[in-house]
């Protein structure tokens, strides 16, 4: 599927979710059917690619959610997904040390410059959206039951990579 424009998501992500405007994102998708848990990449594995680390899901909307667009947190909705037309191997932070790495969307906020680099801030990023494996475990698959999440000790522990 060639993406052109972010109506180029509407129709195939309706079966698994549903659209809402959020704030001043405007039109996201919130996967409906999962768990009042459920978080993105929580479920599926890494896989290295000449791209950088690749985000393998088998979740119906992966094809979407983990190589476009941006996912937010809200109490009222949840987590969300604010669609955008830039193709990744993932959008993510990475965090490392103490024996784990970790990970955590990034923001619809955050920018890509000129040259293709990605500016985030770190200190923007809430604890609670990064989930953790321990360093010998990240090319095993990553399951909602073998991520450490919300443990301030190991975020505390851990640097941007």
């Known amino acids: 599927m060639t993406i052109r424009t972010e109506d180029d998501f509407y129709e195939p992500l309706n079966p698994?979710?549903?659209?809402?405007?959020?704030?001043?994102?405007?039109?996201?998708?919130?996967p409906g059917r999962v768990d009042s848990d459920w978080r993105p990449y929580s479920n599926g594995n890494w896989q290295r690619t000449d791209a950088g680390w690749y985000w393998v899901s088998d979740e119906p909307?992966?094809?979407?959610?983990?190589?476009?667009?941006?996912?937010?947190?809200?109490?009222?909705?949840?987590?969300?997904?604010?669609?955008?037309?830039?193709?990744?191997?993932?959008?993510?932070?990475?965090?490392?040390?103490?024996?784990?790495v970790g990970w955590a969307?990034?923001?619809?906020?955050?920018?890509?410059?000129?040259?293709?680099?990605?500016?985030?801030?770190?200190?923007?990023?809430?604890?609670?959206?990064?989930?953790?494996?321990?360093?010998?475990?990240?090319l095993q698959p990553v399951r909602p039951t073998t991520v450490v999440v919300n443990n301030t000790t190991i975020i505390n522990q851990t640097v941007n990579i």
């Open 105 to 138: 969307p990034l923001q619809p906020s955050v920018r890509i410059s000129g040259s293709g680099s990605v500016v985030v801030n770190v200190a923007l990023i809430a604890p609670r959206a990064f989930v953790f494996v321990e360093q010998q475990r990240f």
């Open 61 to 100: 909307w992966a094809w979407a959610t983990y190589h476009y667009g941006r996912w937010d947190f809200s109490e009222q909705y949840g987590w969300y997904w604010v669609p955008q037309t830039q193709w990744a191997p993932a959008w993510v932070s990475w965090h490392e040390g103490g024996g784990y």
């Open 16 to 30: 698994y979710g549903r659209w809402e405007v959020v704030g001043a994102y405007g039109r996201s998708w919130i």
